[in-house]
């Protein structure tokens, strides 16, 4: 009974947390094929606070799909960890991008927040303003490094409602669900490889 109740109140708390997300996309594949190639993840733009949490998230992530082939730029290469990649890259860009990378494709990974301020997002027509909100979003983007091309970009934005919030890090609690709206949509795209492969974590544990 006192267990039932617990997670009743869990529950409960956990509503207080009022969010409101949305997902849209510029450029993808209809699949993402993670049966093949060598896989980087680029450092990831976002605050401080955020970043330890977030990028654990994308490396236990994308290492489901990838094992061993997956590597994380601020570990591999200094030289390219020191450079902001930008998105939207051009073929050329992209091109001069795997020089460095060594690696089949790369995924760069940028977000944005602010608090009751609408001038740089996207917002759809279900949000509105209220005072006291977080906002933030996430965009991903793969690249072909062999090809040159973007074959995935998409972008999640999120808002929420502080007054109401029972967490004092609002900024990363978007940011999260935004990266799990767009993980979500990848797990329905993967094409996974046959072999169950090991994981980015259990890959260091091997290492050390």
Excluded at 43 to 62: C, H, P
Excluded at 87 to 105: H, N, Q, R, V
Excluded at 140 to 149: A, F, I
Aim: proline fraction near 2%; include cysteine; charge should be positive.
């Amino acid at each position: 009974m006192k267990k039932t109740l617990y997670f009743l109140l869990l529950l409960l708390l956990s509503s207080c947390n009022v969010t409101h997300y949305y997902l849209h996309s510029t450029d993808r594949l209809n699949s993402l094929d993670f049966s093949k190639g060598t896989w980087l993840i680029g450092d990831i733009e976002v605050d401080q606070n955020t970043k330890t949490k977030l990028t654990r998230f994308v490396m236990a992530d994308f290492s489901k799909y990838l094992g061993r082939r997956l590597k994380y730029s601020m570990s591999e290469r200094k030289e390219l960890a020191m450079k902001q990649i930008p998105l939207k890259l051009e073929k050329s860009a992209i091109l001069d991008l795997k020089k460095g990378a060594d690696a089949d494709y790369y995924v760069n990974i940028k977000c944005k927040n602010a608090k009751n301020e609408f001038s740089n997002f996207e917002f759809k027509n279900h949000f509105y303003y209220k005072k006291q909100m977080t906002y933030a979003e996430v965009i991903l983007e793969v690249y072909d490094l062999n090809k040159g091309e973007i074959i995935y970009s998409k972008a999640a934005g999120g808002c929420l409602e502080e007054e109401l919030s029972i967490t004092n890090q609002p900024t990363t609690v978007v940011i999260m669900g935004c990266y799990k709206k767009i993980i979500n949509d990848i797990k329905k795209i993967a094409i996974k490889p046959e072999k169950r492969l090991p994981t980015y974590q259990e890959k260091k544990n091997f290492k050390s």
